[in-house]
């Protein structure tokens, strides 16, 4: 019982930490979520001297979180709209390093206040996180814009795989435009919330479905139709990218050559028992496991309590689980958008290991 709350402790304060190696000082938990604010409220950043467990990651500070949940974005190319939420520092110095978040599942209208844990863990480390709300479309509605042809855009197409001869849903052609809509729309954004975002310090991140934005900005290419193969949407403007339980081969387009082409760093994260109805946990490694390095790397919490919730750090998770999976995708964008040697350093060690028992560790390429 005494571990059970030991744990359960920590995944408070990593939930909100991230930015040195090993036994550094880790941070309280002092976040808020605070309803459309219009500017940054000068406090200064949160700091503690309370040592963290041998191997873990952590930061010395973190800052208070602040949310704006006031804006919309517009995409006149595909005549969409849709609503962003963002969670940001409070009191960091800008230009501050971005992260887009895509949700899991298909359209949700309500889909940029899911994930919230992860706005705050990631805004508490001084990242700005804008959560993206893939509204609802109709299901053929891309079909005219990528000259799909009429007899593959059928109702019944769009229930079955590409593998099987099916058509995707356009979900899966908007979520990845949503996320190249968003940064075409930063200088608005930025005006909107009072807030300068630096540009070569931008990364992408989604759990489940959310992935395939990411896995598509990254330079995967997917089978939409059994006459469109093969089809891009990278955008270089993102530098790198955290895919929590991504689909695997024959699933949502992806083929065994999807992700040859992904040569910006990419962390996947999932474990022993991420599992959905239509996807085992092998699925979730394939991605890693057909892309080439460098700078990829793969965190694998073996745990049967590791399930597909624990990923997207939901309160149906394993709580005991999920600071690993906080703290090492802090560690990846810490390393990867902000240039931390410390960072990059722990991605490469056993820390993770020797923190976790060796229930997590981290595989790179």
């Known amino acids: ?24 000082q880790n941070p309280n938990r002092d976040a808020t979520d605070a309803a459309s604010p219009t500017t940054a409220i000068p406090t200064v950043a949160v700091s503690t001297s309370t040592p963290g467990p041998e191997g873990m990651y952590v930061s010395p500070v973190t800052y208070k979180v602040q949310v704006f949940d006031n804006y919309q974005v517009h995409d006149a190319k595909r005549d969409r709209t849709f609503p962003i939420v963002i969670y940001y520092p409070v009191g960091a110095a800008g230009p501050l390093p971005l992260i887009i978040w895509s949700h899991g599942g298909g359209y949700n209208n309500n889909g940029h206040h899911l994930n919230k844990e992860w706005g705050n863990t990631l805004a508490s480390a001084g990242y700005v996180v804008i959560h993206i709300g893939h509204v609802e479309a109709p299901l053929d509605s891309h079909c005219v814009l990528l000259q799909i042809p009429s007899d593959e855009c059928e109702a019944s197409d769009f229930q079955i795989e590409v593998s099987e001869g099916g058509t995707l849903m356009s979900i899966w052609y908007n979520k990845p435009l949503d996320g190249t809509a968003v940064l075409d729309d930063l200088d608005n954004i930025e005006s909107a919330v009072n807030l300068t975002f630096d540009r070569d310090r931008i990364g992408a991140a989604g759990h489940s479905g959310g992935t395939v934005m990411v896995m598509s900005l990254a330079g995967a290419v997917r089978n939409v139709s059994p006459s469109l193969q093969n089809v891009a949407w990278s955008d270089p403007r993102i530098k790198a990218f955290n895919a929590n339980s991504p689909q695997g081969i024959g699933a949502l387009g992806y083929t065994e050559i999807s992700w040859d082409g992904i040569t910006r760093p990419l962390l996947v994260t999932t474990g022993q028992n991420d599992s959905t109805p239509n996807e085992q946990p092998r699925d979730r490694l394939d991605a890693f496991q057909h892309m080439s390095g460098p700078d990829k790397y793969l965190l694998y919490v073996d745990s049967p309590e590791a399930n597909h919730v624990t990923f997207a750090l939901g309160s149906e998770g394993a709580l005991e689980l999920e600071p690993y999976v906080a ?34 560790t981290i595989t790179t390429k």
């Open 327 to 360: 703290a090492t995708q802090i560690a990846f964008f810490d390393a990867y958008l902000r240039g931390y040697p410390e960072a990059l350093a722990w991605l490469n060690s056993d820390g993770i290991s020797t923190w976790s028992n060796g229930i997590a």
């Open 1 to 24: 019982m005494k571990s059970i709350r030991l744990l359960f402790t920590v995944m408070l304060i990593l939930l909100l930490t991230g930015c040195r190696l090993g036994r550094g």
